[in-house]
């Protein structure tokens, strides 16, 4: 298998899911800046969507979507488990990244791409500018939402999951790109800093 990945923090959480579980594969580095992800070969071989990252696997077939592609690495190896070893266990781990992602880290992405992000993205997908404020509002919403309903010491209770991996790589970029952590939410806070200081956070930086 090799994983084709580039900048951005959705190639990052594979990558730190990668890392957490010890597997390593080759890296094809596709250069989002120069829009090669949107032209041939790779939008035409390896994902039409012209997206980051695609996972390819041995047999040439390609998965893409972060979530799919952890969960697919989750069962070529179990251990340690990342999403659960039961079907309780998944459960909590996928309700928590669903609740992440549609909260958080979805707005948030698409309040940068509308916004500082705009001149990359205006002529590659549709952009709504106006929007990016009001997108931006509800990414911090979910964040308010989740120091309210934060039980610790990991998203999904005790067990650190796809969860912790999938909001610490969008709170780390969103820190880069003018949506920074409010430091007010201290729980938060405290959890971005102990993800933050796990080996797999700089392994996949």
Not at 123 to 152: H, S, T, V, Y
Request: net charge negative; proline share 8%.
């Amino acid at each position: 298998m090799k994983l084709h990945t580039s900048i951005g923090p959705n190639p990052r959480v594979v990558k730190m899911f990668l890392a957490e579980k010890g597997l390593e594969m080759p890296f094809v580095k596709v250069d989002l800046m120069a829009g090669e992800n949107r032209r041939a070969p790779y939008n035409a071989e390896v994902n039409r969507a012209g997206q980051t990252p695609a996972l390819e696997l041995d047999d040439g077939g390609t998965v893409t979507e972060i979530t799919a592609i952890c969960e697919y690495l989750e069962e070529r190896q179990p251990s340690p488990p990342l999403i659960g070893a039961t079907a309780e266990e998944r459960a909590a781990a996928r309700m928590w990244t669903r609740r992440v992602d549609l909260k958080v880290c979805e707005p948030m992405a698409n309040g940068f791409r509308f916004a500082e992000g705009l001149p990359l993205f205006e002529n590659r997908m549709r952009c709504l500018p106006d929007a990016a404020p009001g997108l931006k509002a509800i990414a911090q919403d979910g964040l308010q939402w989740l120091e309210g309903e934060f039980k610790g010491p990991w998203i999904a209770g005790e067990r650190f999951t796809l969860a912790d991996i999938l909001l610490f790589a969008f709170v780390d970029f969103g820190g880069q790109v003018g949506q920074p952590l409010d430091p007010k939410y201290a729980r938060l806070t405290d959890w971005f800093a102990r993800v933050q200081a796990r080996p797999s956070a700089a392994a996949s930086a």
